[in-house]
């Protein structure tokens, strides 16, 4: 089965900034598309930004609410995907998640369809 492992998570102040990082293993993870979701206290869990695989051009997606400060990269090389935050708020605070789905045209065969989910990193915003 597949692993994914975040780290970077912690506590940083109002305007601050974070980068988190997601480690894949044992999968292909140069076919599968990537996101972080997040999920804050009392509130639903929702995606936050999201990359295409590479094959499948790199097209990125943010929600409203971070598109102008975080930034979804990835390094197939090092089966990573990292997301850079910046200019952090309050409302930012949330257990971040990875995720990898097997969803874009380069996706083919048993791997179609495969969705794996890291554990998450803790993100605490506060002033």
């Known amino acids: 089965q597949g692993q994914l492992a975040e780290s970077g998570g912690g506590s940083v102040q109002p305007g601050g900034s974070l980068k988190l990082s997601c480690v894949a293993s044992d999968f292909n993870f140069g076919i599968y598309a990537m996101s972080w979701y997040r999920q804050a206290p009392g509130r639903e869990r929702e995606l936050v930004a999201a990359i295409a695989s590479s094959p499948d051009g790199g097209d990125v997606r943010y929600s409203e609410s971070v598109k102008d400060r975080f930034n979804i990269s990835r390094d197939d090389d090092k089966n990573t995907v990292y997301l850079q935050m910046n200019s952090l708020k309050l409302e930012d605070t949330a257990m971040y998640f990875c995720?990898?789905?097997?969803?874009?045209?380069?996706?083919?065969?048993?791997?179609?369809?495969?969705?794996?989910w890291g554990k998450g990193t803790r993100v605490t915003v506060y002033s």
């Open positions: 995720r990898a789905v097997c969803s874009g045209a380069a996706c083919y065969g048993p791997y179609y369809g495969m969705d794996y």
